[in-house]
C-alpha cells in the first residue's frame, strides 16, 4: 500500500498586520494571544491534533520587504501555503492578486493555497460581503487556490479549521482528482480507478456483485457494507445514473460515479484511500515501493531485458485485444490496452514511430512485442509499471531479467542477448534515415529524408528458420557523435556499431572513417569495445573508386570485416540486418584495432613474455637451490 505523506509543512504569508501570528497561536492553544512577537518561531502540531493522525509544522513568515529571501526559502519547502488578508481592509485582499498569487507564480510554488480571511471579529455585522462572491473571480484567475475560509482568532472562530483544510488539501489533494471547471474526474484518475474496478471484478462479468463490493470494502476500509448498505449505494447510483448498476451489480460507469460523488462531497479521503492501498500515489502513478531502484540496478554493461513469464503474459493480452484475430494491434485497440495506465506510453518519442505498422497503422504480434522490449531496454522501471497496470500480477522482479556484461561475453566469445542493440554512426546524407525507415518495412519513396533528431528503430530479424532476435537500431545524428565519444560509458551497453557512409561520394566515406576509428579510440580506452561493421550505401548509385579502394584498405588494417554494401532505394541489404546479429552474437570479433591500440597489444604480450620468463628463471633457481642442499646434506651424512 503507498503510503500519505508522513508529515506536512505549513508556511503562513500575506500583509503585514492581517493576523498571521494571532492565527497560528489561536490554533494551536485555543486561545487569543494579547502579545505575539512580529514573527513566531515553527510551531509544531502534535500528530493528534487532527483526525488524519499526521503531524503538522506552522511557519510563520515575516511581511518585511528585506526578509523576501527567506520567505522564499521557507516557500520552497512547504507543503502547503496558507495566504491571509485582514476582512477589515480591503487593499489586503487587493494584495493577494496584486502581489502575493503573482510572487507565488514566479517562485514557481507548486502546492495547494488556501486563501484566509483574518479578524473576521472586525467586519461590520451589517457588511453584505458574500465571500464565495468574492473570491469566485480570484479563484478562477489562480485555480491553484484550493479553498477560502474566513476566521477570527479573537473569538476562536474557524481558526484551527484552516490549517485542518490545508493539512487535507496535501494529504488528500483535489488538484490530481478532479477538474474544478469541468466538475469531473481527471483522466489519469478515471484510469486508476477503472484498473481498481478491473482488479476487483473477479469473476470478470463486468460487474462488482456483493460480494465483490464487500472484498473491495474489506480491502480498502477494514469492514464490511452491511446489506442494506449494498442497497442504499445501488439506489442512489441508480437513480442519478440508471447504467452505473445492472442485474449483477455495480458497473464501472458506477464506481466512477460514486468517486465522483465522494469528491464533490468533500470526502476525497475516501477515493485516496482505495487509490493508496491499490499502490498509488500523489501523482496517480504506482509508489516507488513497488518499483524499488534495487531492482533495475545493473553495470553499464549489462541491459534488461523482458523474461519468457512477461513475454507470454504480452502474448495472451495481445491475443485478448486483437478481438479479431487478424494479427493487427489497431490504435484504438492499443489505447484500450493502455486504458488502465496513467497515458499510453507509446504515443511519443522514442516509441511513437519506432515499430514496424501494418497497412492499417497498427502493430502485429512481433512489432508489439519489439516495442516491449525497446521500452525494457530503454526504460526498465517504466516497461515494468506499465505492465502492472495491464494487468500483470506476478512478483516484478519474475518479469525481468539482467543480461551478463558484455565484458564476460567477450571473454566467453558469445552473446546470449535475445535484444541486440545496434548504434548507427553516419555523416550527414549517408541513408542512416532510409535504412532505419526501409529496416521497419517503409518504402523508400515514403522515406521523409534525413533527420537531426536521434531515433530508434526495432524488429525482429530472423536468426535461423526457427529462431528470431530482436534488433535495436539507435541513429545517431551526425552532430550527435560527439556526446557520445565524451561520455565513458556510452557504448557500454551497445551490442555492435554501424558506420553507414554514401559511397559515391568521398567526403562521406571519409567521415565515417573517422567515426570509426573513434569509436575504435573510445572503445581501447574505456574497455568497452565494440564490433563493427562498414555499411556502404546507395550501392544503386556509381561508386567513388577512392572510397572503394580506402574503404577495403581501412577495414583490412583495422581487422574487420569489408563494407556491407546495400541500397535502400532498390530494397537491396544484402541480409545486412542478420549480419549485425551475427557479428554482435560474437564480441570477441570484428573489433577494430588502431595503431595505438595494436602497440599497446604488442607492448602488453612482451610484457607477459618477460614476466613468464622470470617467472621460469626464478623457479630454476629455486628448484637447483633445492637440489643443492639435498645433495649437501646426503655428502654431509655419508662422511
Not at 518561531?41 to 515575516?62: E, H, N, Y
Not at 470494502?217 to 442504499?232: M, N, R, T
Not at 458506477?254 to 500523489?282: D, M, P, Q, S
Not at 576509428?517 to 574505456?526: K, L, Q, Y
Request: charged letters at 25%.
Amino acid at each position: 500500500m503507498a503510503s500519505a505523506p508522513n508529515s506536512v509543512r505549513i508556511v503562513v504569508i500575506g500583509d503585514k498586520g492581517t493576523g498571521k501570528s494571532s492565527l497560528i497561536v489561536a490554533a494551536a492553544t485555543d486561545s487569543f494571544p494579547p502579545n505575539v512577537p512580529p514573527v513566531l518561531p515553527d510551531t509544531k502540531l502534535p500528530f493528534q491534533f487532527f483526525p488524519d493522525g499526521i503531524p503538522v509544522t506552522l511557519v510563520d513568515t515575516s511581511s518585511r520587504p528585506e526578509d523576501k529571501g527567506m520567505v522564499a526559502e521557507e516557500l520552497k519547502l512547504a507543503d502547503a501555503v496558507v495566504l491571509t488578508y485582514d476582512c477589515d481592509r480591503p487593499e489586503t485582499l487587493e494584495g493577494l492578486t496584486l502581489r502575493w498569487l503573482p510572487e507565488l507564480r514566479l517562485l514557481e510554488v507548486k502546492v495547494p493555497i488556501i486563501v484566509a480571511g483574518c479578524k473576521l471579529d472586525l467586519r461590520d455585522d451589517n457588511s453584505q460581503v458574500v465571500l464565495e462572491d468574492v473570491m469566485a473571480p480570484i479563484m478562477h484567475q489562480f485555480r491553484e487556490i484550493e479553498t477560502c475560509i474566513e476566521c477570527s482568532a479573537l473569538k476562536q472562530l474557524q481558526a484551527q479549521e484552516v490549517f485542518y483544510y490545508a493539512q487535507k488539501t496535501v494529504i488528500h489533494p483535489t488538484g490530481p482528482l478532479f477538474d474544478q471547471e469541468t466538475q469531473t474526474l481527471k483522466p489519469r484518475c478515471v484510469r486508476a480507478l477503472k484498473r481498481i474496478f478491473i482488479l476487483c471484478d473477479h469473476d470478470k462479468d463486468g460487474a462488482l456483485s456483493e460480494t465483490e463490493l464487500n472484498e473491495f470494502q474489506v480491502k480498502c476500509f477494514h469492514a464490511p457494507l452491511q446489506p442494506s448498505e449494498i442497497d442504499g449505494v445501488k439506489r442512489v447510483v441508480q437513480e442519478k445514473l440508471p447504467e452505473g448498476v445492472n442485474e449483477v451489480g455495480l458497473t464501472l460507469t458506477g464506481f466512477l460515479f460514486l468517486h465522483a460523488l465522494f469528491i464533490e462531497k468533500g470526502r476525497l479521503e475516501t477515493t485516496w484511500t482505495v487509490l493508496r492501498k491499490f499502490g498509488y500515489n500523489n501523482d496517480i502513478r504506482l509508489a516507488d515501493e513497488l518499483l524499488p531502484p534495487s531492482l533495475f540496478k545493473r553495470a553499464p554493461d549489462q541491459t534488461v531485458e523482458l523474461t519468457d513469464v512477461a513475454i507470454e503474459f504480452l502474448k495472451e493480452k495481445y491475443m485478448l485485444f486483437d478481438a479479431d484475430g487478424d494479427n493487427n494491434l489497431r490504435p484504438q485497440e492499443i489505447e484500450d490496452l493502455f486504458s488502465t495506465a496513467p497515458e499510453s506510453p507509446w504515443k511519443e518519442a522514442p516509441y511513437e514511430d519506432a515499430a514496424k505498422k501494418t497497412a492499417l497503422g497498427g502493430l502485429s504480434s512481433d512489432a508489439f512485442l519489439s516495442l516491449w522490449s525497446l521500452m525494457t531496454l530503454l526504460e526498465p522501471a517504466r516497461s515494468v509499471e506499465h505492465l502492472i497496470y495491464i494487468g500483470f500480477h506476478g512478483d516484478p522482479s519474475s518479469a525481468i531479467r539482467l543480461t551478463r556484461r558484455r565484458l564476460l561475453d567477450r571473454k566467453k566469445k558469445q552473446c546470449e542477448r535475445k535484444v541486440v542493440q545496434c548504434f548507427v554512426f553516419g555523416p550527414n546524407s549517408a541513408g542512416k534515415s532510409a535504412l532505419l525507415n526501409c529496416f521497419l518495412g517503409r518504402s523508400y519513396d515514403d522515406n521523409p529524408g534525413s533527420t537531426t533528431d536521434e531515433r530508434y528503430g526495432v524488429n525482429m530479424v530472423d536468426e535461423t528458420k526457427s529462431a528470431k532476435k530482436t534488433l535495436v537500431m539507435r541513429e545517431i545524428p551526425a552532430d550527435g557523435a560527439q556526446g557520445i565519444f565524451s561520455s565513458k560509458e556510452s557504448l557500454a551497453a551497445c551490442d555492435i556499431a554501424i558506420f553507414v557512409y554514401d559511397s559515391s561520394d568521398e567526403s562521406s566515406w571519409k567521415r565515417a572513417s573517422e567515426l570509426l576509428v573513434e569509436v575504435a579510440n573510445h572503445g581501447e580506452a574505456t574497455g568497452y569495445e565494440v564490433p563493427c561493421l562498414m555499411v556502404s550505401a546507395k550501392d544503386d548509385i556509381v561508386s567513388s573508386q577512392i572510397s572503394i579502394q580506402e574503404s577495403t584498405r581501412v577495414t583490412q588494417d583495422m581487422g574487420i570485416e569489408p563494407p556491407v554494401s546495400i541500397s535502400s532505394k532498390l530494397g537491396d541489404f544484402s541480409n545486412l540486418f542478420r549480419k549485425i546479429i551475427t557479428a554482435a552474437q560474437h564480441p570477441h570479433l570484428s573489433i577494430p584495432e588502431t595503431e595505438a591500440g595494436k602497440s599497446r597489444k604488442h607492448y602488453n604480450r612482451l610484457i607477459n613474455r618477460s614476466l613468464v620468463g622470470v617467472s621460469i628463471g626464478a623457479a630454476t633457481v629455486v628448484v637447483g637451490l633445492a637440489a643443492y642442499r639435498v645433495y649437501a646434506a646426503r655428502k654431509s651424512a655419508s662422511a
